[in-house]
């Protein structure tokens, strides 16, 4: 089955370090998203990508970094410099063009914590 | 701009009755809308779009919304609550020149008591 698959499920991530959040999809979808979710809020887009080698800010890019090496992935970072990172990171992938009524599609998320 | 207000946080009904959640939208542009839903710690799955075609729209489960222009609402029901309804439900919204970019509502809750 087609599908965006999220991992590890739950992170935790010492003081000073980068963590490296994983998204794989083979919708051959060309549109990649990452979004953070806090308790009892909607979503927020941190990074987007319509196609290979090519990606931008959303609307909390600070602290993140992402790339877009191939089509199929694209793994977020967690800097050091995100002071607030405990949230749960859901990916997105969406077919792209000009009609832009093409639903997005959500892996399972991976939920990050401070140690 | 496009934006989108869920009019309630928290829903609760009981199992066998109707359910309704409300959902406001605002956009400069000919809308599509959508409905999805999350499960505790899971991603979110699509329950139904809108895309300027035929103006009450029948999803999965059983669900269905009605787009309407001149209230600027697409609410959200189902005749018969069951158990497993028990989620997070998120209205969104994007616009023709928005590039695919979703806006999210804040999101409902909603519990069903047996």
């Known amino acids: 089955d087609g599908g965006i698959t999220q991992s590890p499920k739950y992170l935790f991530r010492k003081e000073g370090q980068n963590v490296t959040l994983s998204c794989e999809q083979n919708?051959?979808?060309?549109?990649m998203y990452w979004y953070r979710q806090d308790p009892g809020q909607g979503l927020r887009l941190i990074y987007y990508?319509?196609?290979?080698?090519?990606?931008q800010k959303g609307d909390i890019a600070e602290g993140y970094s992402v790339s877009r090496e191939k089509k199929e992935s694209f793994p977020l970072t967690v800097t050091s410099a995100q002071k607030n990172p405990t949230a749960f990171y859901l990916c997105?992938?969406?077919?792209?063009?000009?009609?832009?009524?093409?639903?997005?599609?959500f892996g399972d998320g991976t939920r990050l914590s401070i140690l | 701009a496009q934006s989108v207000t869920q009019l309630d946080s928290h829903v609760s009904v009981s199992e066998g009755t109707p359910v309704l959640l409300r959902c406001n939208y605002s956009?400069?542009?000919?809308?599509?809308l959508f409905w999805y839903v999350q499960h505790p710690n899971k991603g979110l799955q699509l329950l139904l779009k809108?895309?300027?075609?035929?103006?009450l729209v029948k999803g999965i489960n059983g669900f269905e919304a009605e787009f309407k222009k001149s209230e600027t609402s697409f609410h959200l029901t189902k005749p018969s609550a069951h158990m497993s309804d028990a989620a997070e439900y998120f209205c969104?919204?994007?616009?023709?020149?928005?590039?695919?970019?979703?806006?999210f509502g804040g999101g409902t809750r909603l519990m069903v008591k047996p």
């Open positions: 919708l051959n979808h060309d549109a």
């Open positions: 956009s400069s542009y000919s809308p599509s």
């Open positions: 809108y895309t300027s075609a035929a103006t």
């Open positions: 990508s319509q196609i290979v080698n090519d990606f």
């Open positions: 997105a992938s969406s077919t792209t063009g000009w009609n832009s009524n093409q639903p997005q599609h």
């Open positions: 969104v919204v994007t616009e023709g020149n928005a590039g695919n970019m979703l806006t």
